[in-house]
């Protein structure tokens, strides 16, 4: 229930994306299959290995690319282009004029995804404990 909010929440926040700056949610089905909830005790966890999920969650500036550089010892750099192609792309000379990344936008599908599967989930534990209460034997 959590995981199909969470899943649910992804391709809205994407469709909420278009047309805005920065990164948006990454469009490869990798991004919604990295995330699971496990149950851990009476907890249930939210784990992603995602390698930027923490910058998509928190934002981040604009920042320059310093370690893409031919001063860094990166000549060229494979970068996807149009129709599955690969472009390379010779990398600026000096850290100085290293490429600007556009940043991070804060997204926010986890939370509306807690939000909206709270309840739900609040109902089936309630339900739960309702079943066990009721198959005990009177006291």
Do not use: N
């Amino acid at each position: 229930m959590l995981l199909a909010a969470i899943r649910q929440e992804i391709d809205r926040e994407r469709a909420l994306s278009l047309g805005k700056e920065g990164v948006t949610l990454p469009k490869s089905p990798a991004f919604k299959a990295s995330f699971r909830c496990p149950v851990v005790g009476q907890e249930i966890h939210i784990v992603s290995r995602w390698p930027t999920l923490e910058a998509l969650l928190e934002g981040k500036d604009p920042f320059r690319m310093t370690w893409l550089t031919q001063q860094a010892g990166v000549q060229v750099v494979p970068m996807e282009g149009p129709q599955e192609t690969t472009i390379f792309r010779t990398t600026p000379a000096h850290k100085e004029g290293a490429w600007m990344h556009p940043g991070f936008r804060k997204h926010e599908f986890l939370d509306r995804a807690i939000r909206r599967a709270g309840p739900q989930m609040d109902k089936i534990v309630a339900e739960g404990v309702a079943k066990i209460l009721t198959s005990l034997p009177p006291v």
